[in-house]
């Protein structure tokens, strides 16, 4: 996604798909961009929409024979170069074998008159330069004082359902920090398409069956037996945490017998899940659905998919395993879906799940996991196309839309943070949570790219210093609010305040760049004798504010009007 970085950066994410709801996303994305790089992106489409048009009204007279697609438009590097930039004329100079600058000046002459323009320049080589009418830049703050709340919402999505699978942890140990960064992900990613008109339900799929479940039983039913006195010899594979001793203990303490192993196994697994529960109640994110993995075997659901997809002539037997044909879907090389000692791959699960998800009436799908699923996304969507043959499904090739996120490293006092004191292992995103707070958690796993590595400086995410993002941008929220209990008047009345009063460039800058507070505060007063002057200042920073808001709320962050 081809958008500027900014100074707390954008929450860009590596979207696996050229589905609608891909799409949407990076539609939405656009949100996000308006509230981190404070760049007022829904004015600005309407602004460059309009220039497009106002350009193609020139190019059909200049050269009617070329199509309005070839206009593009583009902000100058330098503001001295205007507001938006085209190159169309070096771009037809050499098939209309004319000079780019002639070319230039001619779509120039016959350029239609707008409001919104001031003027319009030859500039270099040919480039045609535009700038912008105070007017226009101020309907900025217009757009989001009429806007309010819904301020960065649209209706894209017309209520069509889509389910977001998040965090999806092993219930084998606490979250780690991992978990959390897809947390935030997540909850991020369901509401901005809830922001673009989508129906959306948040799902956590419990990997509650498998080797590691076994591996937790047997942890689990050995510190219980050492609590009892007894010799035992520790699972090469098992789970080393204080938490497994935590666990041990309470089964014990509840009457559990130590030698019953399915007891200790949903003893266990129940304690783990509430676990989970607690520490995502404490980073505020919420689920719609929980689905176990273990009823996809109690219901049938993974040999139903395994027998459909031996009817579809896409698997074979060799050395004593099936294999699935994914080569024939773009797959490096065939996977095996059944081993040779009749337990299945992980993949056919998976599989059987996402079946579910479209039975489920969810064509639109996205998956928020970790990098080291990778090599699922190709096995999954084959084995749906290999259903979708004997099905008539219909399924995209495309389904599901994969969000791959890559790990955090916690840094504290220069030093990377490697271990829990209960995990054993690794940082839990309680400890970070407890540490730092949540908003600063929140911001901090969505303030980076999904697919690069991200480090948590526990150091910075405590300073109040403007090289904390979510400090100065939180700080801007709060300087707002004290100015606006300073002037003491119904912010409701800012609504009408005419917008004429304001020419100084930090003014212009704000009301296109709403985010760019900060500066503006520091270097003009709000609270000025002049009573229009002063409305309309006031106005221009209640348009941030609710900028800064909406944009908060979309990573539910909290906007204090103190600090």
């Known amino acids: 996604m081809p958008c500027p970085s900014a100074r707390c950066a954008g929450i860009w994410m590596s979207i696996r798909s050229s589905s609608d709801v891909a799409k949407a996303l990076r539609t939405s994305q656009v949100i996000i961009h308006n509230f981190f790089a404070a760049t007022s992106s829904l004015l600005s489409a309407a602004i460059k929409a309009h220039l497009t048009e106002l350009l193609t009204q020139a190019l059909a007279r200049v050269a009617p024979q070329y199509p309005a697609s070839i206009i593009a438009l583009e902000r100058p590097k ?38 919104w323009l001031d003027r319009v320049e030859l500039a270099g080589p040919g480039f045609i330069n535009l700038r912008l009418k105070p007017a226009a830049k101020l309907d900025a703050a217009r757009m989001v004082l009429a806007a309010g709340a ?70 689990v039913q050995a510190r219980a037996r050492e609590q009892g006195s007894a010799a035992v010899t520790f699972p090469e594979s098992g789970y080393h945490g204080e938490y497994i001793r935590e666990i041990a203990a309470d089964y014990l303490g509840h009457g559990g017998d130590s030698g019953d192993l399915a007891a200790v196994r949903r003893f266990a697994v129940a304690a ?64 095996v879906m059944r081993k040779s ?33 990778h090599g699922t996304v190709a096995r999954v969507r084959a084995g749906l196309q290999a259903l979708s043959s004997v099905t008539g499904a219909s399924i995209p090739r495309d389904y599901p839309c994969y969000v791959l996120h890559k790990m955090v490293t916690v840094m504290k006092a220069g030093e990377e943070v490697k271990l829990s004191k209960r995990a054993g292992s690794y940082v839990t995103v ?79 800058a704000l009301a296109q760049q709403l985010g760019e507070f900060h500066s503006y505060y520091n270097a003009e007063r709000i609270l000025v004798a002049d009573e229009e002057l002063k409305l309309a200042r006031l106005a221009l920073i209640l348009a941030v504010r609710q900028v800064l808001q909406n944009g908060l709320a979309l990573l539910s962050v909290s906007a204090p009007e103190k600090m």
């Open 78 to 115: 330098q503001a001295a170069h205007g507001d938006w930039a085209c190159n169309v004329a070096m771009q037809l100079a050499r098939d209309l074998k004319r000079n780019p600058r002639e070319l230039a000046q001619a779509l120039i002459e016959v350029l239609p008159a707008s409001p």
């Open 150 to 219: 819904r301020y960065g919402r649209a209706d894209a999505g017309r209520s069509r359902p889509v389910l977001v699978e998040f965090v999806s942890a092993n219930p084998t140990g606490p979250l780690h920090v991992g978990h959390g960064r897809q947390a935030a992900l997540g909850d991020a990613v369901s509401a901005l398409l809830e922001a673009q008109g989508w129906k959306v339900t948040r799902e956590f799929y419990y990997n509650d069956a498998g080797v590691q479940i076994d591996n937790l039983a047997l942890s």
């Open 272 to 335: 783990l899940r509430r676990e989970q529960d607690e520490d995502l109640k404490a980073f505020g994110v919420q689920f719609d659905n929980y689905y176990l993995e273990s009823s996809l075997y109690t219901e049938g659901k993974v040999d139903a998919t395994v027998r459909a997809l031996a009817a579809s002539g896409k698997t074979y037997e060799q050395d004593g395993a099936l294999w699935l044909r994914t080569t024939d879907y773009g797959d490096d090389k065939d996977r």
């Open 341 to 373: 000692d009749g337990s299945y791959t992980y993949f056919v699960p998976d599989v059987a799940y996402h079946i579910t998800k479209w039975q489920r009436g969810f064509a639109h799908a996205v998956n928020v996991q970790g990098s080291d699923h």
């Open 430 to 508: 309680r400890d970070l949570i407890d540490e730092v707070g949540r908003d600063a958690v929140r911001f901090f796993l969505v303030s980076r790219k999904a697919d690069t590595e991200f480090v948590f400086d526990i150091d910075l995410a405590k300073s109040q210093s403007e090289d904390n993002p979510v400090y100065y941008v939180q700080y801007a929220h709060a300087r707002i609010c004290s100015v606006l209990a300073q002037w003491g008047g119904d912010p409701q009345a800012l609504f009408a305040a005419g917008f004429a009063p304001l020419i100084l460039p930090r003014e212009l």
